[in-house]
């Protein structure tokens, strides 16, 4: 099975700060690659799929990218509303669809 | 609105059994795979399941294999998810979601709670 390996587990940065979380596939998984947010409490949402097409509403302080194997998504100015864990899942419709560990972001 | 509104859950012994199901609105339900999605307290998330949109197809994550039975009615627009021989490590919050195709898991239950414990 392909893993998923995300880093970091956490970060604390400052509000305007540029944040950036990884994700490495094990093996090749081309463009398929999303990015979720789940804040405390609620269910998880879309933010990017495609490893970088940004999922309708979600504002575009927010972007992915690739290279290779590992994928990026970055805040570029984080915002109070951004505290959420973060989480990377592979999708290329192979089973299983592993979902990486999950990176806590908070504000400084 | 676009909703999947889950019921069952509960607490169960181990070794129990346990259903949970999720009631699909608004949207083609038969058009989507489907799956589930299950999140132990203070942990990640962790996908168990998916069924395709004819539910001819289905796989399963190694932790629930053989364990678990994903099954859906079209005709009534509702997701199954058959657990049996629970495990202590079953307990978690369970989110059934849809699949739309290459772009994610765009809608999502409320989550249903399942709680194995003697």
């Known amino acids: 099975d392909i893993q998923m390996t995300q880093s970091p587990s956490s970060l604390s940065a400052s509000v305007g700060d540029r944040v950036t979380i990884t994700c490495r596939a094990s093996q090749g998984i081309s463009n398929y690659l999303v990015w979720y947010q789940q804040k405390p409490g609620k269910v998880p949402k879309v933010l990017i799929y495609g490893a970088s097409t940004l999922h309708s509403g979600v504002p575009s302080r927010f972007s992915g990218g690739r290279s290779g194997t590992d994928f990026t998504l970055t805040i570029s100015s984080l915002q109070p509303e951004d505290v959420a864990t973060y989480y990377c899942q592979k999708y290329n419709s192979v089973p299983p669809w592993t979902f990486g560990q999950g990176t806590k972001v908070e504000i400084k | 609105q676009v909703q999947l509104v889950q019921s069952g859950g509960g607490v169960v012994q181990p070794g129990g059994s346990l259903r949970v199901s999720c009631d699909a609105s608004?949207?083609?339900?038969?058009?989507?795979?489907m799956h589930w999605v299950r999140q132990a307290p203070g942990k990640g998330l962790e996908w168990v399941a998916i069924?395709?949109?004819?539910?001819?197809?289905?796989y399963y994550g190694d932790s629930v294999k053989g364990r678990f039975i994903i099954s859906r009615d079209n005709s009534q627009n509702t997701l199954y998810l058959q657990m049996s021989s629970l495990r202590v490590e079953d307990t978690a919050v369970y989110y059934c979601a849809r699949d739309f195709f290459s772009s994610g898991l765009d809608v999502w239950g409320q989550g249903t709670t399942v709680i194995v414990s003697s």
């Open positions: 608004e949207f083609s339900f038969s058009s989507h795979d």
């Open positions: 069924i395709s949109s004819a539910g001819n197809n289905e």
